[in-house]
């Protein structure tokens, strides 16, 4: 059964459409990772699914169908978390909003910190958010998001501001309430490697379009798209020092550029005179695994993996 839906959504402005046609879906208990550069269309996709775009989006065209209830989680809590109110109390207005008593909200609040790691929770509960480290922020946020019970979580570069044993925290914590909650997730992020670390799932966006999607382990280590294949090389390795790093040369158009081929083709090394003027066809690569390229057919996937 899908928890969630996305069906052919198209998001505008006034200068352009930074989400262009996007459809998934999620299954319950599944993580779905999305990945891509900043103006992929990614975060406004997942605000778009939760309601909560920023002034001057709307939704053009297409819809979404959620199962249940879902809570979003931010890349910077400090511009979430109320910082007038104890983060216990904070926790406790999702509790509170669905008529459960304030005492037993702030005692739910308690429950929901400890679920979230947050070691002396009941002391915690007490802190004002600035009182916190930027971890244990974030573990607030998750915890407000569980008190409405979703059935999905949406998180949107919730470990980015983090280091990176913080993050392999969270990203350790984001699995564990997936797995024991039954909980659906969709996790953005502009980093494939931590993408990959709690999605069975990967999406792959660039300029408003979904170019490749399909499990994890396939998106890895047999990438059918360019871009994906770029973004593969940009990870760093464990000896990589900084000047070394692999990047994809030149920037993503601009959402009011109006480009009638692949929106790729300017930083495509494979590009070919049809990529400026055809826009590619999205073409089944192996089981649950698609991509939109020219160069890309199910025979002859073999040339670029
Ligand atoms: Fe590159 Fe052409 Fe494929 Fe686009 S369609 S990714 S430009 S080869």
Request: aromatic share 2%.
């Amino acid at each position: 059964m899908n928890v969630l839906t996305v069906d052919h959504l198209r998001l505008g402005t006034e200068h352009g459409v930074p989400v262009k046609d996007v459809s998934f879906s999620v299954g319950e208990g599944e993580c779905v990772g999305i990945v891509g550069e900043s103006g992929s269309g990614k975060s406004l996709t997942l605000r778009a699914i939760a309601g909560v775009l920023p002034v001057g989006v709307r939704v053009v065209s297409g819809e979404h169908d959620v199962n249940g209830r879902s809570a979003m989680v931010f890349q910077e809590p400090m511009t979430t978390l109320n910082p007038t109110m104890r983060v216990g109390e904070f926790i406790a207005e999702g509790p509170r909003a669905r008529g459960v008593s304030k005492a037993d909200s702030v005692r739910r609040a308690v429950e929901l910190l400890t679920e979230v790691g947050v070691p002396d929770p009941a002391t915690r509960a007490r802190a004002w958010p600035h009182q916190l480290s930027g971890g244990l922020r974030q573990r607030v946020m998750i915890a407000a998001a569980l008190a409405v019970e979703p059935a999905i979580l949406l998180c949107d570069e919730p470990t980015t501001a983090l280091d990176t044993t913080v993050q392999a925290q969270l990203l350790a914590l984001v699995d564990r309430l997936r797995v024991e909650r039954g909980m659906s997730v969709v996790f953005v992020s502009h980093n494939l490697a931590v993408v990959s670390r709690v999605a069975q799932r990967v999406i792959v966006m660039y300029a408003g379009r979904i170019v490749e999607a399909g499990p994890t382990s396939e998106i890895l280590h047999h990438p059918a798209h360019p871009y994906t294949q770029a973004l593969i090389a940009a990870i760093p390795t464990e000896n990589e020092r900084a000047g070394d790093l692999t990047t994809i040369a030149g920037a993503p158009p601009d959402a009011s550029a109006l480009i009638e081929g692949c929106s790729f083709a300017a930083r495509c090394p494979l590009a070919q005179e049809t990529c400026r003027t055809v826009l590619p066809p999205t073409v089944e690569v192996g089981r649950g695994h698609a991509a939109a390229c020219h160069l890309v057919t199910p025979a002859d996937r073999e040339v670029l993996v």
